[in-house]
């Protein structure tokens, strides 16, 4: 089949990649031309384990191409996939302007083309109820007939984006005609050739569904961290509690995990829209509003226990491993670290950072306001604590009798309870943990 991607962002790359694997013929289309000149020198522009391996295959076959010719991609193409950036705004609502510009300049390409041929347009970027109808309107304003407008959420994982893609739990279209459907299906078929479901639905419902899974799982980490900070004060472990709660079949295992908060470019940017639109609908989900204020207050818990332990920080110098919101990713966007480093700079502390992947990204949000390492036991030197904000794997078991001579002082504070209390007690060092005993 033949296909475009309008955007090659997050989104965008991935699934334009994965639908070029395959053996559709797939369009990629982006307004910047570094961007741009980068992919069509076979150069991955985001950080996703995986992705690259399929991204040079597939422009090697030339079945995934890159262009910033929005005509030539929708003129030749029947599918086109909207894969663009829908921003919180400052009242929390999506920002919808990529969107609608570029269905307006999608909508004069083919009107201009005599609108000819049936197109699909599909709806991939996280968008409020209502806007598959208001994408209709915009190209119906254009005296367009032969088309119709699709919604097809994605729910993938970063850092497991392309399994994700390749191998989903389920498919979600929103639709209103059967033929789209059936086009639907038949693109889909080979990504669930194990069974899995391919669920179709009105549009509306659609766009409903993907709100509601983000924000949902937001509402799962916020309780178990709101859980753990009250384990924390009754002399309870929060990790023996998890498994007893994961171990109920109506619970389950995933996302039980405390933590400094949630970040990332979905769960904070979704739950506010979802807010937003659920307020406008005069139907305010109150129960976001309250996991929104819950879990901007938890990424300064650890700020909190390391100003307890220490008093004044002035002139104190910490360690920071981990930058990214979540392993596996060079995505800082509403990073947790960023709100803790930046508390403890405006503490007089000094700072210094080592992360596997997002080190150049995190230039963006902390400037030179730190010390960036090539090494994650370089940036112990001369620090009084560490602090692990990320759980990369190569954090989990580090050489514990480097850090304790190269730190000052035996102190971790450990954001992401990767390590094993009793264990940090035996070896010596002072340990601070999310919903856990202090280790003194």
Known sequence: MNLSVIGSGYVGLVSATCFAEMGNNVICVDNDKEKLAKMNEGIVTIYEPGLEILFLRNIVKKR??????????????????????????????????????????????????GDKE??????????????SQKVTEILKKHGLKNFEVASNPEFLKEGYAVEDFMKPDRIVIGAKTKEVFQKMRELYEPFVRQGNPILEMDPESSEVTKYASNSYLAMR??????????????????????????????????????????????????????????????????????????????KHVIVKKVKEHFGDLAGKK????????????????????????????????????????????????????????EDQYEALSDSDA??????????????????????????????RNI??????????????????????
């Open 64 to 113: 995934l191409v890159f262009t910033d010719d929005l005509e030539y991609a929708v003129t030749n193409s029947e599918f086109i996939f909207l894969s663009l950036p829908t921003p919180q705004s400052e009242d929390g609502s999506a920002d919808l302007s990529h969107v609608m510009e570029t269905t307006g300049k999608i909508g004069e390409i083919l009107k201009k083309g």
């Open 118 to 131: 049936f197109k699909i347009i599909v709806n991939k970027s996280t968008v409020p109820v209502g806007t």
């Open 221 to 298: 980490i916020t309780f178990m961290n709101e859980l753990a900070n009250f384990c924390e004060k009754a002399g309870a472990n929060v990790d023996l509690v998890r498994r007893g709660m994961g171990s109920d079949t109506r619970i389950g295992k995933r996302f039980l995990f405390p933590g400094i908060g949630y970040g990332g470019s979905c769960f904070p940017k979704d739950v506010n829209a979802l807010i937003k639109t659920s307020s406008e609908h005069d139907s305010t989900m109150s129960i976001l509003v309250t996991v929104d204020k819950i879990n901007k207050a938890q």
């Open 318 to 373: 910490f360690a920071i491993w981990g930058l990214s919101f979540k392993p596996n990713t060079d995505d800082m966007r509403e990073a947790p670290a960023v709100i803790i480093i930046n508390e403890l700079l405006k503490a007089g502390a000094v700072i210094s950072v080592y992360d596997p992947a997002a080190m150049e990204n995190s230039k963006l949000y902390l400037k030179d306001s730190v010390t960036y390492n």
């Open 386 to 415: 560490l602090l692990v904000l990320t759980e990369w794997n190569e954090f989990r078991n580090p050489d514990y009798e480097k850090i304790k001579s190269i730190l000052k002082n035996p102190v971790l504070f450990d954001g």
């Open 419 to 440: 390590y094993e209390p009793n264990r940090m007690g035996e070896l010596g060092f002072t340990y601070y943990s999310i919903g856990r005993q202090t280790v003194k």
